[in-house]
């Protein structure tokens, strides 16, 4: 075998180690930073969902509302944050603060990696001309968009606000 052939052989083989190698680190790096196809919650929020819409349309029939500054807000910058909301209370309703829980979610649109979830009792809020507000400190250290969803529930009503963000 000629010295040219010997020599096109081992810049084959050679580059061969080094796709294999590479192809290698490639699946390690893909499993690594797999995620689910299904969001954990998924089946979870299928069931029932006619039953969670009604009790949204009832509680917003019966005038109950989730205000906040955050849902004029089209950014945050980015660290520590605190959000603060009202669950206004219409005139003549009740709710009772013990068996209220509001669950605050924030999330990235592309990725479930970052996702907070941050469960508040009806007990941490303060009351405040007959309406309850809550206040929770949640750290945003990731720019991009981040998607803020406040659900709460009490007494067979479901109480929801959503808005976009951008994280500066």
């Known amino acids: 075998m000629s010295e040219s052939m010997k020599t096109a052989f081992w810049l084959i083989g050679i580059f061969f180690v080094v796709l294999f190698i ?12 797999q995620e689910p196809i299904l969001d954990e919650s998924y089946y979870e929020k299928g069931l029932d969902y006619q039953a969670h819409i009604d009790a ?3 509680a917003e029939k019966l005038g109950f509302v989730i205000q ?6 089209s950014s945050l910058s980015r660290g520590q944050q605190n959000l603060k909301w009202t669950l206004v ?11 209220l829980e509001f669950k605050l979610i924030l999330d ?3 990725t479930s990696k970052y996702r907070q979830i941050v469960d508040i009792k009806g007990s941490e809020a303060s009351e405040q001309n ?3 507000v809550f ?5 945003l250290n990731r720019p991009g968009y981040w998607d803020l969803s406040l659900e709460g529930k ?3 009503l479901t109480f929801y606000k959503a808005h976009r963000l951008v994280v500066n």
């Open 130 to 132: 007959g309406n309850l």
């Open 135 to 139: 206040e929770k400190e949640v750290t």
């Open 22 to 33: 590479a192809l290698g680190y490639t699946l390690k790096v893909a499993f690594e930073n």
């Open 68 to 73: 906040s500054d955050l849902f004029e807000k």
């Open 154 to 156: 009490a007494d067979g």
């Open 56 to 58: 949204r349309e009832k």
């Open 108 to 110: 990235q649109p592309a």
């Open 89 to 99: 209370i219409p005139a003549g309703q009740s709710v009772d603060r013990n068996s």
